[in-house]
């Protein structure tokens, strides 16, 4: 059995639309990042937290795990922690390019595989009141960066390189590949 260790709507509704048979489990892990990483090693690190922690309650299992930030210049943008947080990233993304890195972890009691993806998005030029009127949604309020790109998001978007499925937060392709190659070595 699959379980995703995600308490997200996008990734649940990723692996669905795939076929891929699961149930969800929520971890209780802290996010925190404490010391200087590479925003891979951070996704990585935080992907596998999550499948472990689902992992102690499920050990039967193959757990399915992933995380996502938002880097622009150097600076890992998380989740915002309030309305003024999610207009200065907006701010900072305004007009401008940043990367999304997801990690994934697969992992069960014989092995685990932990990866990264990374995509490139370039922002439109837009004003404080398109800021405040999506931050008004509640849509930027549980997304890295404070934007959904398959959401009212999109408005802000011009163009992005790289995996669509990695913005969103669930580089489904390259899980996919991963699942069929991890199943192989059962």
Not at 154 to 163: I, K, M, N, R
Not at 164 to 181: A, C, D, H, M, N
Request: with cysteine.
């Amino acid at each position: 059995m699959y379980i995703l260790a995600s308490n997200s709507p996008r990734r649940k509704k990723l692996l669905e639309d795939a076929g891929v048979p699961f149930k969800v489990v929520v971890p209780d892990v802290d996010e925190t990042v404490l010391e200087k990483m590479k925003p891979e090693k951070i996704v990585m690190m935080l992907a596998k937290k999550k499948a472990q922690a689902v992992f102690d309650q499920y050990p039967d299992d193959i757990i399915i795990a992933a995380d996502t930030i938002v880097v622009k210049d150097g600076e890992v943008l998380g989740k915002p922690k309030d309305e003024a947080d999610a207009y200065r990233m907006l701010k900072l993304l305004d007009n401008d390019m940043h990367e999304v890195y997801t990690g994934v972890c697969i992992l069960n009691s014989q092995k685990e595989v932990v990866f990264f993806t990374m995509s490139e998005v370039w922002m439109k030029n837009y004003n404080d009141l398109q800021i405040y009127e999506y931050i008004k949604t509640g849509e930027p309020m549980d997304k890295a960066g404070s934007y959904a790109i398959q959401g009212l998001g999109e408005q802000f978007v011009d163009h992005y390189s790289g995996d669509f499925f990695t913005i969103v937060g669930l580089p489904l392709k390259s899980l996919l590949q991963e699942l069929k190659r991890f199943e192989e070595a059962e």
